[in-house]
Nanobody, 128 residues
Framework: VQLGQSGGGSVQAGGSLRLSCEAS?????????MAWFRQAAGSEREPVAV???????SYADSVTGRVTISKDNAKNILYLQMNNLKPEDTAMYFC??????????????????????WGQGAQVTVSS
């Protein structure tokens, strides 16, 4: 399994960015749970959004209403559309995948340890 990320960059507060994560070696892609995490400098990696194999979606409270996670099962691509970006969104963003049906984590959002496969990361920098 390989996850190749693209997107990211630098924007001013209020701007938008879209991250992409193209998967290979995942058969069938639709059976995988996919997620976006982020890690700011000096902080732990935290969940941003998750879409499970049933299509269920959850967002972290800090991004709800500003980001949208989606995936194209035909193209094996995961997206994260981020709008109204804030300086506190500045972080390295990672896509993650796990071959697991449904949801298996105990809390509202998954933990990084719940995922086996990771993209290389994409830096998002938001200036005020």
């Amino acid at each position: 399994v390989q996850l190749g990320q693209s997107g990211g960059g630098s924007v001013q507060a209020g701007g938008s960015l879209r991250l992409s994560c193209e998967a290979s070696g995942m058969f069938p892609y639709s059976s995988y749970c996919m997620a976006w995490f982020r890690q700011a400098a000096g902080s732990e990696r935290e969940p941003v959004a998750v879409i499970d194999s049933d299509g269920g979606i959850s967002y972290a409270d800090s991004v709800t209403g500003r980001v949208t996670i989606s995936k194209d099962n035909a193209k094996n691509i995961l997206y994260l559309q981020m709008n109204n970006l804030k300086p506190e969104d500045t972080a390295m963003y990672f896509c993650a995948a796990e071959s697991h049906g449904g949801r298996w984590w105990d809390s509202d959002m998954p933990h990084p340890a719940d995922f086996s496969y990771w993209g290389q990361g994409a830096q998002v920098t938001v200036s005020s």
